[in-house]
């Protein structure tokens, strides 16, 4: 019996179609991972009395060197107004304004993949925490916790609060600073973030 041969031609537009998209859905290319992204390290000195947690730096941020450092992050003109750590002084003068007034900041992971500046694309298998033991053993004097946000609060329970041994540290959640979180308007969110001055009484 002879075999058939088909040509190029004598293939049927149908079948075609199905060849070219089995091709184009093989993976031919070498896979793609998101890059880890690491956060900065604390901010504050042993004087410290409050501590406001972010979740993970921004791309903005990262690609800075900054804590909050896209244009239309809220977290620097509310410090402007609750301790003169306005946005337009030289960071490190905000960072010296921030010691000064007993407030430390970090972020609760550090490090992660994530796909965007977004929260919600942070990949819940590849958080790994902040080493929070050592950081409360060099700032005792820390008695309350603000979460900038929901996602800073739900990681620092998950990953954090479950290993530390201490029940004295008080916590409180704000609205999140992020341009992401446009819903809530600025007067809300700077009458919320006036707990940090009253260490969340």
Sequence with gaps: MRES??????????LKKIIVSDVHNQSFA?????????????????????????????KASLAAGEYYAHPRNAFWTIMGELVGAHPDLPYEDRLKIL???????????GSCVR?????????????????FKSFFLRHPNITHVFFN????????????????????????????????NAGIPYGQKLLAWQSVMRRGS
């Excluded at 041969?5 to 149908?14: D, F, K, L, N, V």
């Excluded at 992204?37 to 921004?58: E, N, Q, R, W, Y």
């Excluded at 010691?99 to 992971?109: E, P």
Aim: net charge neutral; with cysteine; charged share 15%.
């Design 30 to 58: 070498p896979s793609f991972r998101m890059p880890r992204v690491h956060c900065f390290g604390p901010i504050g000195d042993t004087a410290a009395i409050v501590l406001i947690l972010g979740s993970m730096p921004g």
């Design 5 to 14: 041969h088909r040509t190029p031609e004598s293939i049927s537009p149908g």
């Design 99 to 109: 010691r000064s007034s007993g407030i430390a900041l970090w972020d609760v992971l």
């Design 149 to 180: 946000g929901a996602k800073a609060e739900q990681c620092f329970l998950k990953y954090v609060q479950p290993s530390l041994k201490s029940t004295s540290l008080q916590y409180q959640r704000l609205p999140s600073t992020s341009p992401a």
């Design 115 to 131: 796909s965007s500046s977004l929260d919600s694309h942070i990949e819940v298998d590849s958080a790994v925490p902040n080493d």
